[in-house]
């Protein structure tokens, strides 16, 4: 009896302390972060924002897992910026040269900062990046292709890089993986130029019988060849390094995949820019028609897949329950961006700006309101949120999860909005400044104002409004979410008190 009695007081404080150190085990077991970065995916594009032409499932699901923003934003209505601001918590047009880059552009993201990946590194994450980069190699125009290919993602806080250079309608057409572009034949070099052709390869211009997508009258995608699609930019060589569109989706999954899988037993960051639906849009065959949508649909079909095979592959390797994952879009949407590949004609009624003004470029609603989904782990408090977020605010976030402090003297734009992230309050920010071609816009509470500005009311080729206005706009997004009424003149003081605001943040 005696002897029992010990026993079980033996076993008891076994588990007991068991627990203990799995608690403390699981308490150190940082969660994975995975940001999927779609580009020109718009507020109206997935089913989960309420698109009823086209049906995105695996996204969907995503949404019902975690929290989904309705009032998220990148910071800019273009790339470049856009990712730059990501990458830095820091509002992009404070710094010269941060539009959309050429593909042969130089490095501007600064090395010598605490960047989004750099603050994982710091933390004891492996970092990974797959896909779109498109914030400049080397440090100049004028580089070598051919060689090491540096300073760019791993100078910035990548470990592992494996990205194109800008974007998928620019030279040079390859995949640069640490440094070096992917089969490269050294009898075959790479030379890009921007401002003449080089080598004898055909052209758009020269040789549109060789295309299999024509390029849209005026927007200029009509250089280099490359798998039959004419790009921006001149390239010759490095022939067989050249990506094939169609297979794109297939190697960026395939090298996402492998960094989970290496990574799997620490904790990882992985940043997984996708190019669709961006131009041009040549979806592999499997998704050749069947949005009904034309490419571009397709392209969306695509990417929906792709994020399921993501999934499938947290879940295999068992850590889809410690692994958060956010998924967003760089900027609003645009139909006719460079080809003719059927999204203005083949719409058949959807609408990829949902109900708000405007899109890609611009400085309306639909230029910078983008999906953001917050998914998993179990603490995440799932549902809907308003909260006024923005991708410069990731940054400060992670620094609080990751509890890895900024240095003083960098100037960071973005707010620690983690328990918003983690749907814990819907409270957001207050204040937030857009960015479109043009001119900035700054968002207070219901209101957003904005800056009179000489630039043009449509961009014709895309057919976008710009939100472009010699005056000033003011809107009440609560009652007025398409941006129709311009109450500038009927509130003259609250127009007053955030164009100052506007002025003293720009001046900070
Ligand atoms: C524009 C291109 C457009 C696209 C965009 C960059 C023209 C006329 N249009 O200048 O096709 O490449 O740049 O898109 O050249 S972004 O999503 O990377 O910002
Ligand atoms: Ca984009």
């Not at 994020?307 to 994952?325: C, S």
Request: hydrophobic share 35%; with cysteine.
């Amino acid at each position: 009896m005696h002897k029992k009695n010990s026993f079980s007081i033996l076993k008891k404080s076994s588990i007991f302390l068991l627990c203990l150190l799995s608690t403390a085990i699981f308490a150190q077991k940082r969660p994975n972060v995975i940001i999927i970065m779609t580009d020109d995916l718009g507020y109206g594009d997935l089913s989960c924002y309420g698109a009823t032409k086209i049906n995105t499932p695996n996204i969907d699901k995503l949404a019902k897992q975690g929290v989904r923003f309705t009032d998220a934003h990148s910071t800019s209505a273009t790339c470049t910026p856009s990712r730059y601001g990501l990458m830095t918590g820091q509002y992009p047009w404070r710094t010269k040269g941060t539009g959309i880059l050429p593909g042969d552009a130089a490095l501007i993201v600064p090395t010598d900062k605490t960047t989004l990946p750099s603050l994982f590194q710091k933390a004891g994450y492996k970092t990974g990046i797959v896909g779109k980069w498109h914030l400049g190699l080397g440090n100049e125009l004028q580089k070598n292709w051919n060689g090491e290919i540096k300073p760019g993602p791993n100078e910035v806080g990548f470990d592992y890089s494996y990205i194109f250079p800008a974007t998928a309608d620019r030279v040079p057409t390859v995949f640069v993986e640490n440094h070096h572009v992917v089969a490269l034949d050294p009898n075959d070099p790479i030379e890009v130029d921007y401002s003449k052709k080089v080598g004898n390869g055909p052209t758009g211009k020269e040789n549109p019988e060789l295309l299999k997508m024509k390029s849209s009258p005026n927007h200029g995608h009509n250089n280099t060849i490359v798998n039959g699609i004419g790009r921006i930019g001149y390239m010759s060589g490095g022939n067989k390094a050249r990506w094939t569109d169609e297979e794109m989706p297939m190697t960026f999954l395939s090298k996402a995949n492998e960094f989970i899988e290496t990574n799997k037993k620490v904790p990882f960051f992985l940043y997984y820019a996708l190019t669709e639906p961006h131009v041009p849009r040549m979806p592999s065959t499997m998704f050749k028609g069947k949005s009904g949508l034309g490419y571009r649909g397709d392209a969306i079909l695509q990417m929906d897949w792709t994020v399921g095979e993501i999934m499938k592959q947290l879940e295999y390797q068992g850590i889809a329950n410690n692994t958060i994952v956010i998924f967003t879009s760089d900027n609003g949407p645009v139909l006719d961006d460079g080809y003719e590949d059927g999204a203005v004609t083949e719409l058949n009624g959807h609408t990829p700006w949902g109900s708000l003004r405007g899109g890609k470029y611009s400085t309306f609603e639909a230029g910078t309101r983008v999906p953001f989904i917050v998914r998993g782990p179990a603490t995440i408090k799932k549902g809907v949120s308003p909260a006024l977020l923005s991708q410069v605010d990731l940054l400060p976030s992670f620094s609080k999860m990751l509890n890895v402090k900024l240095d003083k003297d960098q100037v960071i734009d973005g707010e620690d909005m983690l328990q918003a992230m983690l749907g814990k309050t819907n409270k957001g920010r207050t204040v937030l400044i857009k960015q479109g071609i043009n001119t900035l816009a700054i968002r207070k509470e219901n209101w957003k104002y904005i800056d009179p500005s000489n630039g043009p009311t449509m961009n014709l080729l895309t057919n976008i409004e710009m939100g472009n206005n010699q005056q000033p706009q003011l809107y009440d997004l609560n009652k007025d979410i398409g941006e129709k009424e311009n109450l500038a003149s009927r509130y003259p003081e609250i127009t007053k008190e955030l164009a100052k605001l506007l002025q003293q943040i720009k001046e900070q």
